[in-house]
């Protein structure tokens, strides 16, 4: 009988464990639509943010972690080593693991100004700031008592996100840190139980959430492992939640987690389903879909990669501001993506796209900042966003003859061009009729402004003209 008990009691042990964190301050799980709404009211007025990934990869212009060729864990690739890609992304992309991991030895960023980069990004327009405190190369861009891998021991020694949250903090500028759980340097990363690794990563994101004063958003990215059992994502989000309140984290918390293998048994449970997938959608690369059911944003780098490739092949600053335009009017945000050199400056060409941006939001900033998404599908034609009374049309391409637009609920009442130019609305059941002289259209695109006699909801959309 004793023994029955006793195994019973092992048994039970490890289902004890499980549902040991508490959860009832996560708000993935717990909160109404009203307290959601408050909780990323800033998330959402804000459009346009600023990332930055950075490391020791930069002294020799490799791509951040991806440039790292040793054979990574199974989760990516079929277990292929990067160098048998070579085929697919090019002969000068990799450098030898070995090489790659002692970069470090050679980072010493002496230009680095924390408050020079908040600056700039201020300029431009930038409302929050998005920083890789550890990428998948496992090196940690902060003084962390879990691994001699780490800013401290290069020759600059500083605690760059220390310096970079300060800052933040000094301006009002909201902070993000982005954290990739995945990790290919750590020796215990996804061995055996993961039970080393997994205490390990919650470790240094507790370390990031407590030694920095607030901190805004979480950015996770991937897991790997697929076996959900491997991580102890309760534990996380409590802890997560325990220090702030009111943080906002991304949907890569679990990326890659099952269902694949056949040890997976998915999430433990349906709030750990829920919690990890965070508070926003993250397309990469790309602009996305219009959505205005769900929040999210689009992170897209300006240069060659996420991290500083050299001096060429950076996208133009008008292709950067109709990025921003499309993803605000498709309802979500851009979070833009700069990779400082080596020495800890920009590069011109980032600064050039962070100066025009901000000069561009000094007269278009109404029609972005606040907005919310619709009521009109966006695409080639441009797309619309609304505020208040106001209903902004973004126009890329004008037809011909006029834009012919769907049926408002609400009448217009006045129109002009963000730069005082004359409209002429039409307006009947059908819809409504919009013209500018050519002349009076602005590059990269303009924006007129509709003064309405009523407000309407977010996520509203407006058929098609018929
Ligand atoms: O941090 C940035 C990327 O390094 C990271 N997420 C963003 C925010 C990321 N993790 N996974 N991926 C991106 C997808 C991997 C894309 C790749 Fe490729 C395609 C890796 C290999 C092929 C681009 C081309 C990078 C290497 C070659």
New binding site residues.
């Given amino acids: 009988m004793k023994t029955i008990f006793a195994i019973t009691f092992i048994l039970l042990l490890p289902v004890g464990c499980w549902s040991q964190a508490d959860l009832s301050h996560v708000p993935q799980i717990n909160e109404t639509k009203e307290q959601r709404d408050e909780r990323m009211q800033w998330f959402r007025d804000a459009k346009f943010g600023l ?1 930055i ?1 950075w490391g020791p990869s930069s002294v020799t212009h490799t ?4 440039g790292r060729d040793a054979k990574r864990p199974m989760d ?2 079929n277990g292929e080593s990067p160098s048998e ?1 070579v085929e ?2 090019g002969h000068d ?1 990799y450098i030898p693991a070995d090489l790659y991991d002692n970069l470090y030895k050679y980072f010493n960023p002496v230009k680095f100004d924390a408050d020079r980069w908040v600056k700039t990004a201020r300029d431009a327009g930038m409302q929050y700031i998005v920083f ?1 405190a550890k ?2 190369d496992g090196f940690s861009n902060y003084h962390t008592g879990l691994s001699d891998y780490s800013i401290a021991n290069t020759p600059f020694k500083r605690d760059i996100v220390k310096e970079l949250t300060d800052a933040c903090h000094k301006v009002g500028m909201k902070v993000g840190l ?1 954290y ?1 759980t ?1 990790d290919w340097y750590h020796p215990a990363y996804l061995v055996g139980d993961n039970e080393v690794y997994d205490a390990f990563y919650r470790g240094q994101v507790q370390e990031l959430l407590t030694n920095y004063g607030e901190v805004d958003v979480i950015w996770f ?2 897991v790997g492992g697929r076996d959900w059992s491997k991580w102890k994502f309760d534990e996380l989000f409590a802890m997560m939640y325990e220090h702030n309140p009111n943080l906002i984290v991304n949907n890569r918390g679990a990326r890659f987690c099952g269902p694949s293998t056949p040890e997976d048994k998915g999430p433990a449970s349906p709030e750990i389903e829920k919690m990890t997938q965070g508070d926003f959608v ?1 397309p ?1 690369g790309r602009i996305g879909k219009m959505d205005l059911a769900q929040d999210w944003e689009s ?1 897209i780098h300006v240069g060659k ?2 991290s500083y490739r050299g001096e060429g092949g950076f996208k133009t600053s008008e292709e950067c501001i109709k990025m921003l335009v499309s993803c605000t009017t498709g309802g979500g945000n851009l979070l833009l ?1 700069f990779g400082p050199r080596p020495d800890g400056t920009f590069t011109d060409a980032e600064t050039e796209v962070a100066m025009a941006m901000g000069q561009w939001l000094k007269t278009y900033g109404d029609a972005i900042y606040g907005t919310r998404g619709g009521p009109y599908s966006n695409g080639q034609w441009g797309g619309s966003c609304h505020k208040g009374n106001k209903l902004y049309l973004h126009v890329f391409e004008w037809p011909a003859d006029g834009l012919a637009l769907g049926a408002l609920p609400a009448k217009v009442l006045s129109a002009r061009t963000l730069t005082d130019k004359k409209v002429n609305v039409s307006q009947d059941d059908e819809g409504l009729t919009v013209k500018l002289e050519s002349s009076d259209q602005d590059t990269p695109v303009t924006v007129v402004e509709l003064t309405l006699d009523q407000t309407f909801a977010p996520g509203t959309l407006v058929e098609k003209r018929p």
């Fill in positions: 990332f990934h791509e951040i972690s991806w990516i690739h890609q697919r992304y992309f890789t990428h998948h982005y990739s995945r990215d991937h993250t990469e992170c990669g996420w993506n």
